[in-house]
Nanobody
Framework: QVQLVESGGGLVQPGKSLRLSCAAS????????MGWYRRAPGKQRELVAE???????NYADSGKGRFTISRDNAKNTVYLQMNSLKPEDTAVYYC?????????????????WGQGTQVTVSS
């Protein structure tokens, strides 16, 4: 009943920028932490950045100073602004959110993932 839908990936040259978006929909009661992860070819999935419901942020060292995570609580959407992209940023980027949803007469707290969006940085 809860879905995360990502958009904004694509092919970009080194040094350029991309903005990823992830919108949550469904019977949402509240959303706690939202974040972005990525999986590069041959590597494990890793945290890129996360933001709490109050706006506190946490970044992996690889993105500090280049990436900015933000969220619009009214739209249940999280963004990742990626600047000065490098070839090593090439990966599938996944949105993640800790969501409380209404299921019938009760609430359910679970971790949700988007389907992933490909980001390729290449000249």
């Amino acid at each position: 009943q809860v879905q995360l839908v990502e958009s904004g990936g694509g092919l970009v040259q080194p040094g350029k920028s991309l903005r990823l978006s992830c919108a949550a929909s469904g019977s949402i009661v509240s959303i706690y932490t939202m974040g972005w992860y990525r999986r590069a070819p041959g590597k494990q999935r890793e945290l890129v950045a996360e933001v709490t419901s109050s706006g506190s942020t946490n970044y992996a060292d690889s993105g500090k100073g280049r990436f900015t995570i933000s969220r619009d609580n009214a739209k249940n959407t999280v963004y990742l602004q990626m600047n000065s992209l490098k070839p090593e940023d090439t990966a599938v980027y996944y949105c993640n959110a800790d969501i409380v949803s209404a299921t019938g007469s009760s609430w359910r707290n679970a971790d949700y993932w988007g389907q992933g969006t490909q980001v390729t940085v290449s000249s």
